[in-house]
């Protein structure tokens, strides 16, 4: 068992920046892909962000390339999102999750399928 706990979120004007953690529990954080989704209010789960085991691959969303970074420390069994430059549209609330399927890691979080969920931070940008 994993357990994900999010802190991080906040209220921030426009232009503004914010860090998100991700602390895990267990001692099998580094078997897994660590990545982000967000949801706002009325639309669907998106992806944002993933990283792999290893920490040497990432992949991000076009809507948040360039403005975000995703890191994990291993020996923390923690997993960070960097959010620069925010948007008003980058308002939702924030979910860590986890997975072992790196390939299908984005379909697998946008049907609720990752092995483990976080149980999300608001992040809520001004204009």
């Known amino acids: 068992q994993v357990q994900l706990v999010e802190s991080g979120g906040g209220l921030v004007q426009a232009g503004g920046s914010l860090r998100l953690s991700c602390a895990a529990s267990?001692?099998?954080?580094?078997?897994?892909?660590m990545g982000w989704f967000r949801q706002a209010l009325g639309k669907e789960r998106e992806f944002v962000a993933v990283?792999?085991?290893?920490?040497?691959?990432?992949s991000y969303a076009d809507s948040v390339k360039g403005r975000f970074t995703i890191s994990r420390d291993n020996a923390k069994n923690t997993v960070y999102l960097q959010m620069n430059s925010l948007k008003p549209e980058d308002t939702a609330v924030y979910y860590c999750?986890?997975?072992?399927?790196?390939?299908?890691?984005?379909?697998?979080?946008?049907?609720?399928?990752?092995?483990?969920w976080g149980q999300g931070t608001q992040v809520t940008v001004s204009s």
């Open positions: 990283i792999s085991r290893s920490g040497l691959s990432t």
């Open positions: 267990g001692r099998t954080f580094s078997s897994y892909h």
């Open positions: 999750n986890a997975d072992r399927d790196y390939v299908n890691y984005i379909i697998r979080g946008q049907r609720g399928q990752s092995d483990y």
